[in-house]
């Protein structure tokens, strides 16, 4: 067997950390799609934008068809102004799916349309010295969290003098930190560590000259967060298309902080059987750590896409982390699984070849699933009488 391009992990996390200094709540995303273009130029992936700028790129294969997509999210959890009070403090309304309990205690950036502004995300009863137990009390929601700017602002005119508007993005600090343990911890691996995978499989690819069996195109969605993702993603005929996000890292879950994991289902329903159990031979076959998970209360950019429409395969792979969506920890092991299994997959034959071809009209090259005996009758099974009653002496009647 021919071993796989190492993904080079050096790259991956320095453009891990350049990813996660670039501020991207959804609806904010055009800074962080430049930067993510200049290094698909650098690599020598072509690509095209949609008008919102969802990066569409393409790695060119010895067929053209059937195709396959994989796709990252660059855009991120955030928030929004939705009033200003009249203590010149800020009410805020959520993009994405989170608590504010994760966001209590955070120091933000708010997007003006002239300027930036700094503060921090505090309760209504921020000071126990002022409070005493009622800051225990105190209810979790965004209706009882508010913006504290660093200026001088006690009115409602003060703020918007400093050129506060309803509307304006604010972008949570990411606090990154890669320790010498391996582990990496920030606000936002969700999902720029996935991006950050994808880009150095593709490196790897490249440098290392070989030619993927098949087209392949590297998508970076930008509205991953409130749901359309991948919807309008899609120009080619596509026949698998592969997600990566994250999986988190918790109780009643089976992935790994060390290893890369494949989901078998998310809120979406079920991912392809075929394409699943694909990245999971790849995975066994190359000897990268790899688990299956399922992903109950999560929607990823793979589901979006069949949401919207298309006939496709959809399959998951994620990263290991904890705390997803609060104060996110993965480690190196797992962001270099998802690298390697990428690159396998990028340069493996496409499940069924026969995809090219969508439309079946006789069954001789459709798909099989698992087949046991018992599978294929056409009733229940049911055991003859004498396998279950005995005759006490040891033999059946």
């Not at 506060?164 to 606090?175: K, N, Q, R, S």
């Not at 120009?235 to 997600?243: H, K, Q, R, T």
Request: aromatic share 6%; with cysteine; glycine share 8%.
């Amino acid at each position: 067997m021919k071993p796989l391009p190492q993904p080079d992990l050096n790259y991956l996390q320095r453009v891990l950390l350049e990813m996660l200094a670039i501020p991207s709540p959804t609806g904010f995303t055009d800074t962080i799609v430049r930067y993510v273009a200049e290094r698909l130029d650098e690599i020598g992936v072509p690509f095209e934008l949609t008008r919102r700028g969802t990066i569409r790129a393409t790695l060119t294969g010895k067929h053209n068809s059937p195709d396959r997509a994989v796709s990252a999210h660059l855009d991120t959890i955030g928030a929004i102004v939705r009033a200003i009070k009249p203590n010149g403090r800020l009410v805020l309304s959520p993009v994405g799916c989170w608590s504010s309990r994760f966001a209590e205690g955070s120091r933000v950036t708010v997007f003006c349309e002239h300027g930036v502004l700094r503060g921090s995300v505090l309760p209504l009863l921020a000071s126990g010295h002022a409070f005493n137990t009622e800051v225990d009390s105190l209810p979790i929601s965004w209706d009882h969290v508010e913006v504290r700017l660093d200026a001088y602002t006690v009115s409602h005119a003060d703020s918007e003098t400093l050129g506060v508007a309803i509307g304006d993005f604010v972008a949570f600090d990411p606090l990154p930190e890669f320790t010498e343990s391996g582990h990496i911890s920030a606000r936002h691996l969700d999902d720029k560590a996935g991006a950050a995978a994808l880009l150095a499989a593709l490196k790897a690819i490249r440098e290392s000259g070989e030619e993927p069996p098949i087209d392949c195109h590297p998508l970076f969605t930008i509205t991953e967060e409130i749901g359309s993702g991948a919807a309008a993603a899609l120009p080619w005929d596509v026949s698998e298309f592969v997600g990566i996000d994250i999986a988190p890292v918790a109780d009643g879950q089976n992935s790994s902080e060390h290893a890369v994991s494949v989901a078998m289902l998310d809120s979406g329903g079920p991912y392809d059987f075929h394409l699943s159990r694909h990245l999971l031979r790849l995975g066994e076959r190359h000897e990268i750590a790899t688990r299956r998970d399922l992903f109950r209360y999560y929607h990823s950019d793979a589901q979006s896409a069949v949401t919207a429409g298309h006939d496709i395969r959809t399959a998951l792979l994620a990263f290991g982390c904890d705390a997803t969506h609060g104060y996110e920890r993965t480690h190196i092991d797992s962001l270099a699984a998802l690298a390697r299994l990428l690159t396998a997959y990028l340069l493996s034959p496409p499940v069924f070849a026969s995809d090219a071809e969508p439309r079946e009209t006789s069954l001789e090259r459709f798909s099989k699933q698992l087949e046991h005996p018992v599978q294929m009758e056409s009733g229940t099974h049911v055991p003859a009488v004498e396998e279950l009653i005995d005759s006490g002496d040891g033999s059946s009647k």
